[in-house]
């Protein structure tokens, strides 16, 4: 099928199969749908069940005419754990089996598609793919775009500081500090010298937590090598904003000139679609959920006093050891603060317990906290009883944090995330940066500073970055500017 004149230009998205990623991607499918354009978002097989089991996105969704889920296999089977050091597995597996399957989608028709169901009030015709917005993690959707002629914008889900550590490992590794984790020999605190912008407060145990990143020869190496790639792309799309990174963003730019920052994410749609609807319907329409979530823990929110919680969650993908959960346990409980604490049911690593939350931390702590297996994190950390976030620094958590202006406390489980944590605590001074312990005591004098000794220090400047954050979303801020920039490139790829 030929693209008729005036047909709107058709964009595929398509995340790595991760809560994070696919959580990101569909805001922005959802931004480019509300703009009219055509937009096939491609999910793995596994997490297409899961996402529409846990959530309203097809009817969220069938309000936009010209926008379609399709499902591609990741080639594992149903029973593979795909998380924790398993994540590796299914990258590995997505590049050998998905790349193929890709090209074979993108040369058939299969993703054209022409509705006269008289769903809308038009017959839908969609054309050929116009534009591919891949997930900056997966470099081949690039070479079959570059084959089939077909521009390819990485979409990388991780924070511009991370983002330029990754593309300086070459640097690091040319100039001989690329650390050897593995030796066991290495002095943690040296400084990292070859990355541009940071060479006074980088050091070896910020970069990316090697042990947790599956059985590679030099992982860091390999994550070095894929983040290059995004220079092949048309262009790149970063989850961040301007005044949060701007001198990163300028380096940046010297390697791949062409970026649209356009976060916070959640916060560009919210505000889009809040002159559609109110405040409580667009949370309560938006999650993008791969997990049930627990909506019981906004009432025991309501009824606890003005910013006396500490909310803790550890995101989708880290394990904990269950001497790690005892540590963390004893110290919320020990502070004497409320929490609301986030326990996957899978989070407890299998190795040295039976993955069940044990009883008697459930039971000890009626009194002043609340236990859930996944909350609508968004509305949590907006919620006036939220003080502090103990959190992984996974990238969503860090700048869903940053936009509510709520404080951190920083325990980075692997990749970016301890990038995110030393910038959250030495460059912004937003929390606390708790890397590599685990320490009861340390989590209560933490827990303390954060929502009371030291809590004047913190709040000067989350408030002013969430204020920055606010306005980089609203109407001629620079994530909202590059949005418009964005769509009417890709209207350019169309004709
Ligand atoms: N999240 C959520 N409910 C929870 C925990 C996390 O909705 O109970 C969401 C959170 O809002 C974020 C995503 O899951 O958007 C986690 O992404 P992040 O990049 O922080 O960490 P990852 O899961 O990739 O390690």
Redesign the pocket.
């Known amino acids: 099928m030929e693209q008729e004149p005036n047909t709107p230009p058709h964009v595929l998205i398509f995340p790595l199969p ?4 696919v ?2 991607m569909l805001k922005l499918a959802e931004l480019l749908a509300l703009a009219g354009l055509h937009v096939t978002f491609l999910n793995t097989d596994y997490n297409q069940d899961r996402l529409f089991h846990h959530t309203n996105v097809q009817a969220r969704f069938a309000g936009f005419p010209g926008f379609q889920f399709k499902i591609i296999p990741d080639g594992l089977p149903v029973e593979h754990p795909r998380g924790g050091d398993h994540f590796y597995e299914m990258f590995n597996s997505m590049n050998l089996v998905t790349k193929p399957l890709l090209r074979e989608i993108l040369v058939s028709s299969k993703l054209q598609y022409y509705d006269d169901s008289g769903s809308s009030t038009n017959n839908i015709r969609s054309g050929p793919v116009n534009c591919i917005i891949a997930d900056g993690i997966l470099t081949f959707p690039i070479d079959v775009g570059n084959e089939l002629g077909i521009p390819v914008i990485h979409f990388r ?1 991780i924070s511009a500081c991370a983002f330029w550590i990754y593309f300086s490992v070459p640097d690091m590794e040319e100039a001989g500090e690329l650390p050897n984790f593995t030796s066991g020999k290495e002095d943690m605190d040296r400084i990292i010298t070859r990355v541009a912008g940071m060479e006074t407060f980088l050091r070896c145990r910020d970069l990316p937590n090697v042990n947790r990143i599956g059985h590679q020869e030099n992982p860091l190496q390999v994550i070095g090598e894929f983040t290059r790639q995004s220079t092949r792309a048309h262009a790149l799309i970063l989850n961040t904003f301007e005044d949060l990174e701007r001198p990163v963003l300028s380096n940046i730019r010297t390697q791949s000139p062409q970026i649209y920052t356009l976060g916070p994410l ?1 916060a560009l749609l919210k505000h889009k679609l809040g002159s559609k609807t109110t405040t409580s319907s667009v949370q309560s329409q938006s ?1 993008n ?1 791969l ?1 049930q ?1 627990d909506r019981n823990c906004i009432t025991w929110l309501d009824a606890q006093p003005l910013k006396s919680v500490i909310y803790v ?6 394990k904990l050891t269950r001497y790690e959960m005892r540590e963390f346990w004893y110290g919320l409980i020990n502070s004497k603060k409320r929490f609301l604490w ?1 326990i ?1 049911p899978d989070m407890v690593d299998g190795k040295d317990d039976d993955g069940q939350i044990q009883v008697e931390l459930v039971e000890g702590t009626k009194e002043r906290g609340y236990m ?7 509305e ?2 907006a919620h006036p009883a939220v003080g502090g976030f103990f ?8 700048i ?1 944090s940053i936009i509510a202006g709520v404080p951190m406390i920083c325990w980075p ?1 692997f990749a970016d ?1 301890q990038v995110n944590s030393r910038f959250v605590s030495e460059v912004w001074k937003l929390g606390m940066d708790m890397k590599d312990v685990c320490d009861r005591v340390v989590v209560e004098t933490m827990v303390n500073d954060l929502m009371a000794e030291r809590r004047e220090e913190f709040i000067k400047s989350t408030d002013t970055m969430a204020r920055l954050a606010r306005e980089s979303v609203s109407e001629g801020g620079y994530s909202y500017c590059n949005l418009e920039r964005l769509i009417e490139d890709i209207r350019l790829m169309s004709v």
């Open positions: 991760a809560q994070g990623h959580n990101s889900t959640h999650s959920s997990f979530e969650s550890f995101g989708s993908l880290a986030v996957r859930a297996e996944w909350v609508p994190q968004e949590v950390l959190t992984h620094s996974g990238w969503n958590s860090t869903e489980y995330q």
